[in-house]
């Protein structure tokens, strides 16, 4: 079997990252979809988390006492969580992230920055509070090579806030250990500056982005301090710029893919127009790539049976 590959009309940065790794990754994971069945611990923990955050604030700007927002925090952790089975031999960082850490952690989170005097304040535009920002914006210059629509970067972070006299976005960061580099990890962050740009083409004048770190141990919670990343103007230029290139380079792999052409005598499979990089991220992590399987396989498409069909939709995120 040979899946159906479809280019993407919406890019991310996830997708980004993915297409700077490997570009052999991108094409299998976000066009033609490909996923192993197993859902990964850390985003799941990580996604419960963040919907815990975003009731309990929501709650908070409604009206609620904090200790009444966090037990409906509590209660969308629970709910998200659901039926999830955990991996039968997890690692050490997959271990820890349980429900219960994934609950202590918000509560942990509001004892540390209670929401009545957290210096990050909650901001609102257009008479609302600005809470969980999606947006997206048409990539200049960048076209899909079947619709011929404008390809939109989409992103989402948050909280847009007031932090002394300015305007900054907020993401919080759920994380397997705390190195000592840990704020410098987050200074070119292209993740961010996408964040920054989205948020300013909404007529939010953020100058930077905030950063805050929740690690769960053996031990408990750890919270990391806030970690400023400012966002100047050239800054995001910058990525803008390397943005469209690298947009402009999956359309010349999907081209090469959708118009093959001769290579050393033989037509050009996927693997050349998308290329495998075949170096530190086929294994990082302690684990394979999930393609692993597809690449070291002289006849991958007997191998996709193995993965189920599921398509990346950042705006539905």
Not at 19 to 32: E, K, M, S, T
Request: glycine share 6%; with cysteine.
């Amino acid at each position: 079997m040979t899946t159906e590959a479809i280019f993407p009309a919406v890019i991310d940065s996830t997708m980004r990252s993915s297409f700077n790794l490997c570009p052999h990754h991108f094409f299998r994971r976000y066009c033609q979809g490909l996923k192993h069945e197993s859902v990964n611990v850390h985003l799941h923990f990580g996604g419960c988390l963040a919907k815990g955050l975003e009731i309990t604030r929501r709650a908070w700007v409604g009206g609620e006492p904090q200790h009444q927002a966090v037990l409906k925090g509590v209660e969308a952790i629970i709910k998200q969580w659901a039926y999830f089975e955990p991996p039968t031999n997890p690692s050490r960082t997959e271990a820890v992230k349980t429900l219960d850490s994934c609950i202590l952690a918000l509560s942990d989170y509001f004892r540390e920055w209670p929401l009545d005097n957290d210096p990050i304040r909650i901001a609102s535009f257009a008479g609302e509070p600005c809470i969980e920002f999606r947006a997206a914006l048409p990539i200049p210059g960048c076209f899909h090579p079947d619709t011929g629509e404008a390809i939109l970067y989409a992103g989402r972070f948050d909280t847009c806030n007031t932090y002394g006299s300015s305007y900054w976005g907020l993401d919080d960061k759920t994380t397997g250990s705390v190195p000592y580099s840990w704020p410098d990890e987050w200074r070119l962050r292209g993740q961010l500056t996408g964040y920054a740009w989205l948020a300013h083409a909404y007529d939010m004048p953020v100058i930077g982005m905030l950063v805050r770190g929740i690690c769960p141990t053996v031990n408990g919670i750890r919270l990391v301090p806030t970690v400023e990343v400012p966002q100047p103007p050239w800054k995001i230029q910058r990525w803008l710029s390397q943005l469209r290139a690298d947009v402009q380079r999956m359309l010349t792999c999907w081209r090469d893919f959708t118009q093959p052409k001769m290579l050393y005598g033989e037509v050009t499979p996927p693997n050349h127009s998308f290329p495998q990089i075949l170096d530190s991220g086929c294994y990082s992590y302690n684990r394979p790539c999930e393609f692993m399987s597809l690449c070291d396989s002289q006849h991958p498409e007997r191998w996709e049976d193995e993965y189920q069909i599921q398509r990346w939709e950042p705006l539905a995120l």
